[in-house]
């Protein structure tokens, strides 16, 4: 049977980026997946689909984050990738968006995240109508907290969501490591396949 193409996408696509603490420097490698730039992951390594994992602080400011880990990335900084990807000519461009809150004490403290959230999806939805923009859930039980219009089918292939995880899970350089090139040469049935260290053949 013929292999069914698929869309690339990469892991927590913006965490090439530098924490903004000194000791979430400390814990980095447990929460980078990437080692390319965006521009990098699209013209060297052909991903067309972004994972971008955000919170919000008491202003409503965006955060890109990863658990713990934020990365320093200001709002506006943020919106100008998306009027990149809704520029782009030659390729359609996905990006799933993530609510990114996993503590109880977070959860407690940002009680408004949800709302900032929901408002945060809609308006990027409308601003950018040639990215498409899916998922809007929160990582934590995966409540879909934002509907958007389209929702394609994604295989998740990385450490965090295989066995099993060890040490791979703390690293997940040493998962893609191991398994990108079997995971890339199998491929999926699905639409999307999101993989770690997409640099990593």
């Not at 892991?11 to 447990?30: E, G, Q, V």
């Not at 052909?46 to 320093?72: A, M, Q, S, W």
């Not at 998306?82 to 996993?102: C, E, G, M, P």
């Not at 601003?127 to 995966?142: D, K, L, S």
């Amino acid at each position: 049977m013929e292999k069914k193409s698929y869309i690339l996408g990469s892991h927590n696509s913006w965490s090439f980026l530098k924490p903004t603490k000194w000791w979430m420097k400390l814990i980095a490698f447990t929460a980078k997946c990437q080692k390319h730039s965006i521009a990098e992951q699209y013209w060297l390594d052909g991903v067309t689909c972004f994972d971008l994992h955000i919170r919000f602080d008491e202003l409503g400011n965006v955060k890109v984050v990863h658990g713990p880990v934020e990365y320093d990335l200001e709002d506006i900084h943020i919106e100008e990738y998306f009027k990149w990807a809704n520029d782009q000519k030659d390729s359609q461009i996905y990006i799933r968006i993530i609510l990114d809150v996993r503590s109880r004490k977070a959860m407690y403290q940002y009680g408004h995240q949800r709302e900032y959230f929901q408002k945060y999806c809609e308006k990027i939805e409308k601003i950018y109508p040639n990215v498409i923009f899916w998922c809007g859930r929160m990582v934590t039980g995966w409540a879909q907290d934002y509907k958007f219009k389209n929702e394609p089918t994604c295989q998740e292939s990385y450490a965090s969501v295989c066995s099993p995880k060890f040490i791979d899970d703390l690293w997940p350089w040493i998962f893609a490591k191991k398994h990108n090139r079997i995971i890339k040469n199998n491929g999926t049935n699905a639409d999307i396949l999101l993989i770690d260290f997409v640099d990593i053949k």
